[in-house]
C-alpha cells in the first residue's frame, strides 16, 4: 500500500506552483468574476509561490500540513487565494492523522475540508474554484474503492476535473457572455495537475526546497535608532556578499545575511525600508518582505488606553498624526511584475512610477493575508479590549470584507472587534481617521463613537483632479472604451465618490478648467453647509497641491488639516499629477 507522507504533501504543492507558473498570465486573461480586474494570475502565483518557499517540508504528513497551512494564510492573495487557503487551513483543521495517510485517509481529509470552505464562504457560488475542489473530493472518493495505482487515482481525478471545468461555463452568466472559464476553477485544475506531474516524477523546473531562517525576538533596549525590523527572501545565484553588505548598512543596522543554494534571506533594522528593497531587487528576484515597526510596538506595549485604532494603508493621513495616536496601519500589497511590495513601507510613489515604462504589466494591488490579519488582531487583543477598524470603502477594495471576515471569527470568541466601512478612500477617509482619533481622545463610549462616525461619514466629498485618462485606464479603473476617447479628446476628468462607489464627476479641457469646476461646488457647500475640516493629497505634484492649499484656505477661511502624498495602492489608479481634495461638511 503506497502511503502519503510530508515530503509527497509538500511536492504536491510545489509541483503545482511550477503549473500556476506556466499559466498565470492565460489565468489573469480570462478573469472576469468576481471583478474583472485582470489579476487572478498573480494572486495565486504569490499564494502558491508562498506555500513552495515559506512551508517546511518534513517526513511527518501532520507536521508539513501544519507549516503549509500557515503559509497558505500568510501568502492569500486576492479572492482565489484566500479560497485556496481556506481550502489547505481546511485539510489541516480537518486532519486527525499523524505522520502518513492512505489514498483513503487523504480522500476523507479533502471530502472535510470542501465543506469546511464552503461554509467560511458568506455567498459561495458554483462555477467557480468551489465547484471544482467539490467534484475532485467527490472522484478522490469513488476512486478510493476501486482498483489501481495511487498515480493512477489522481490522474484519473485529474482527467475528471479537467473535463468538468467546460460545464463550469453554463453556470455563470458573466463566463457565459464571456465564453471562459472561471480562473480560479482553472487554478485549482492546475494544483490537481501538479499532483500528477509529480507522481509521474515529471523532470520539471520545481522549486528547491531551502530552509533560509533568521529569528529576531525584538528585545527592545535603551533608544531604537532605527524603526522598521525589515525582511526580504530573494531568489538569486552567486551574489557578492561583502558588496551587497556595504550597500545594505547605509540603511541600517542588525543586518544578517543568509545564504542558500538559489536564495537568500536578509534581516535589517532600518528607517527606510523603500531603500532596502531597491537595493535588494539589483541582486535578484524578491519573492517575500516583511516589515515591522518596533517603534510601534513599544508604544502600543506602553499604552495606557483601553481601545486602539486600526486602518489601512489608503487612508491618506500625515505619518505624525498616527504616531502620536499609535493608529495601527493595515498595509495594501502591491505587485509589481510578480514582486510584492508593502504601501507605504517598502514603495513609494516615486518608486512605482520611476521605472514604469519597464514593467512587463501594470502594477496592481491586493488584499492583506488572512494570516496578516489574523495574527494583527491576536495580537492587539493581548494588550486592548476592543478594536476598531476603520477601512477603505468595501466597493473600492476587497480589504474591508477580508478584516471583516476575521472579526467575525474573534467575535464569536466573545472579542471586541468593530469593523467600520468609510465609504471612501484616500483624503476622505484619512479625515475620518482624524475624527475618529478626537473621538476616542473625548473617552466617548464605542457604540456612540461608531454611530457618530457613521453620521460624518455621510458629509464627507472628495474631489478628485486627473491629469489623464492612461493610469485609470490602464489600472481597469475604467473601461478602456472610455478611457482612450478620452486620451482622444485631451480631457481631464474629476472624480469623485458616492455611497463608497467611484463616479465621474466633470471633465475639463485644462487644469485651470477643472480648478475653477472644483471652487464652484466648493463654494455652494460652504454656502449651504459650511466645512469642517478638509486635506489635500497629491501624487508627485507638490507645486499644484501647494497652489490649491492657497486658493482654498482663502476660500474656506483656514488652512487644511494636512497636505500629504497618496498612497501607491491609490495612485495605480488615479496616476502621476493627480491631486485631491477631501472634505467634512458641517
Known amino acids: 500500500m503506497h502511503f502519503i507522507n510530508g515530503k509527497d504533501l509538500y511536492n504536491m504543492f510545489n509541483f503545482g506552483t511550477y503549473y500556476i507558473i506556466q499559466e498565470r498570465s492565460y489565468l489573469n486573461d480570462i478573469n472576469v468574476f468576481p471583478v474583472a480586474d485582470g489579476d487572478t494570475g498573480n494572486n495565486l502565483l504569490h499564494t502558491f509561490r508562498t506555500i513552495s518557499l515559506e512551508s517546511k517540508m518534513t517526513d511527518s504528513f501532520k507536521d508539513t500540513l501544519e507549516s503549509v497551512s500557515e503559509a497558505a494564510l500568510i501568502g492569500a492573495r486576492g479572492n482565489s487565494g484566500v479560497i485556496f487557503a481556506q481550502f489547505v487551513n481546511g485539510l489541516q483543521k480537518s486532519n486527525r492523522f499523524g505522520d502518513k495517510l492512505t489514498l483513503k485517509d487523504f480522500s476523507e481529509l479533502v471530502e472535510q475540508s470542501v465543506v469546511h470552505t464552503y461554509s467560511s464562504l458568506s455567498n459561495p457560488v458554483e462555477g467557480t474554484m468551489i465547484t471544482i475542489m467539490k467534484e475532485w473530493s467527490l472522484k478522490l472518493k469513488q476512486l478510493v474503492s476501486e482498483k489501481g495505482t495511487i498515480k493512477q487515482k489522481f490522474t484519473d481525478s485529474y482527467d475528471h476535473i479537467k473535463s468538468f471545468l467546460s460545464k463550469t461555463k453554463k453556470m455563470l452568466d458573466v463566463l457565459r457572455e464571456n465564453d471562459v472559464i472561471d480562473s480560479g476553477a482553472l487554478g485549482f485544475t492546475l494544483f490537481v495537475k501538479g499532483i500528477v506531474s509529480y507522481y509521474n516524477n515529471d523532470d520539471i ?32 545565484h552567486d551574489i557578492d556578499e561583502s558588496t551587497l553588505r556595504q550597500e545594505l548598512e547605509r540603511d541600517g543596522d542588525s543586518l544578517i545575511i543568509a545564504q542558500g543554494k538559489s536564495r537568500f534571506r536578509v534581516h535589517i533594522h532600518t528607517n527606510k525600508p523603500q531603500n532596502v528593497f531597491q537595493t535588494l531587487s539589483k541582486y535578484g528576484s524578491i519573492e517575500t518582505q516583511k516589515i515591522d515597526d518596533m517603534k510601534l510596538e513599544i508604544s502600543l506595549r506602553n499604552s495606557r488606553k483601553k481601545r486602539v485604532l486600526v486602518t489601512d494603508s489608503i487612508a491618506d493621513i500625515n505619518h505624525e498624526i498616527l504616531e502620536e495616536n499609535n493608529v495601527v496601519v493595515i498595509p495594501i500589497n502591491i505587485s509589481v511584475d510578480n514582486i510584492p511590495y508593502l504601501d507605504k513601507l517598502s514603495i513609494t510613489n516615486e518608486i512605482l512610477f520611476g521605472s514604469i515604462h519597464k514593467y512587463d504589466e501594470y502594477p496592481k494591488t491586493s488584499t492583506p493575508s488572512i494570516k496578516f490579519i489574523n495574527d494583527l488582531f491576536s495580537k492587539l487583543l493581548l494588550k486592548f479590549d476592543e478594536i476598531l477598524v476603520l477601512t477603505v470603502s468595501k466597493n473600492l477594495s476587497a480589504s474591508h470584507d477580508i478584516i471583516l471576515q476575521e472579526a467575525k471569527k474573534l467575535l464569536k470568541k466573545g472579542k471586541k472587534i468593530y469593523v467600520i466601512d468609510s465609504y471612501n478612500n484616500s483624503a476622505t477617509e484619512g479625515l475620518l481617521v482624524q475624527e475618529t482619533i478626537k473621538l476616542m481622545n473625548q473617552d466617548i463610549p464605542t457604540m456612540e463613537l461608531i454611530e457618530e462616525i457613521k453620521t460624518i461619514r455621510e458629509k464627507t466629498q472628495i474631489l478628485v483632479c486627473l491629469e489623464t485618462f492612461k493610469y485609470a485606464t490602464m489600472s481597469g479603473r475604467l473601461p478602456k472604451a472610455v478611457g482612450n476617447i478620452g486620451m482622444f479628446l485631451g480631457i481631464r476628468p474629476i472624480m469623485s465618490l458616492k455611497q463608497g462607489k467611484g463616479v465621474a464627476f ?28 478638509y ?11 501647494e497652489r490649491y492649499k492657497l486658493l482654498f484656505t482663502d476660500l474656506i477661511g483656514k488652512p487644511p488639516s494636512y497636505i500629504t502624498e497618496i498612497s501607491s495602492a491609490t495612485a495605480i489608479h488615479s496616476g502621476v499629477g493627480s491631486v485631491a481634495i477631501g472634505y467634512i461638511k458641517n
Open 205 to 236: 523546473d520545481v522549486m528547491n526546497y531551502e530552509n533560509i531562517e533568521i529569528v529576531d525576538q525584538h528585545k527592545f533596549e535603551g533608544e531604537i535608532k532605527h524603526r522598521y525590523c525589515t525582511e526580504g527572501l530573494v531568489k538569486s
Open 506 to 533: 466633470g471633465v475639463a479641457l485644462s487644469q485651470s478648467g477643472i480648478t475653477r469646476k472644483i471652487k464652484k461646488f466648493i463654494r455652494k457647500d460652504i454656502q449651504n453647509t459650511g466645512i469642517k475640516e
Open 535 to 545: 486635506s489635500i493629497v497629491h501624487c508627485l505634484n507638490s507645486k499644484l497641491a
